[in-house]
């Protein structure tokens, strides 16, 4: 079994929608949630973070959790081509010293 | 802003050799993390390292690998005999307060074994 899932995509919106990306995970014990933007060939980049169950925001960026559906997710609105990337969706396990990732999400945002 | 810094940024090196990936976290940070990218596959936690030891390694990290901070500024990855299947891109990571807040990762190292 996977430990972080996410579809893999494209997943391709137009500029100015609302980009939806999804991750489940399979550990319950997980205690924070990240969500990392990768451009090709360069380094993971921290887009936020979350703790609790609910919703949290900045600024285009919203995460979404529900530990008991062991779900997270990511809202872009007003989503621009220079939000084409891959998503990464990562969780620390219970107790554990790294992050694991998921193999991410590509989003392309089209003119 | 603060940066984690790598060098080399590319590597290429014949199989059996040694290679030693270097890595400047930030300043204030305590916790250091190796990461690795084949490539088209997903980030791979290496091992983490605080207070001066390894805290926790994964099945990856094996005899081959090992880790150092030989003084208060560099962080290096070493690869004692590279095998093909080593070639991927190595990301140092650093967090100041521990994995649960996040880290920020260098740049990478993209390692070439030939």
């Known amino acids: 079994q996977k430990e972080v899932e996410q579809n893999s995509g494209p997943l391709s919106v137009p500029e100015g929608a609302i980009a939806s990306l999804n991750c489940t995970y399979s550990?319950?014990?997980?205690?924070?949630f990240f969500w990392y933007r990768q451009y090709s060939g360069k380094s993971p980049e921290l887009i936020m973070f979350?703790?609790?169950?609910g919703d949290k925001e900045d600024g285009r960026f919203t995460a979404q959790l529900n530990k008991a559906s062991q779900y997270v997710s990511l809202l872009i609105r007003d989503s621009q081509p220079s939000d084409s990337a891959t998503y990464l969706c990562?969780?620390?396990?219970?107790?554990?010293?790294?992050?694991?990732f998921g193999t991410g999400t590509q989003l392309k945002v089209e003119l | 802003e603060p940066e984690v810094t790598q060098t080399p940024s590319h590597q290429v090196t014949q199989m059996g050799q040694e290679v030693i990936l270097r890595c400047v976290p930030i300043?204030?940070?305590?916790?250091f993390y190796w990461y690795r990218q084949i490539l088209g596959q997903k980030v791979e936690f290496l091992v983490s390292?605080?207070?001066?030891?390894?805290?926790?390694k994964s099945e990856i990290f094996d005899d081959q690998f090992s880790v150092e901070r030989p003084d208060g500024s560099n962080f290096t990855l070493k690869i004692r005999s590279t095998k093909l299947e080593d070639s991927a891109m190595y990301f140092c990571?650093?967090?100041?307060?521990?994995?649960?807040?996040?880290?920020?990762f260098g740049s990478g190292t993209r390692l070439t074994v030939v």
């Open positions: 990571a650093s967090s100041e307060r521990g994995p649960g807040w996040g880290y920020t």
């Open positions: 550990d319950r014990g997980s205690q924070s």
């Open positions: 979350i703790y609790s169950n």
């Open positions: 990562a969780v620390t396990p219970g107790g554990g010293n790294k992050l694991t």
């Open positions: 300043s204030n940070h305590l916790y």
């Open positions: 390292f605080y207070n001066n030891e390894i805290s926790e």
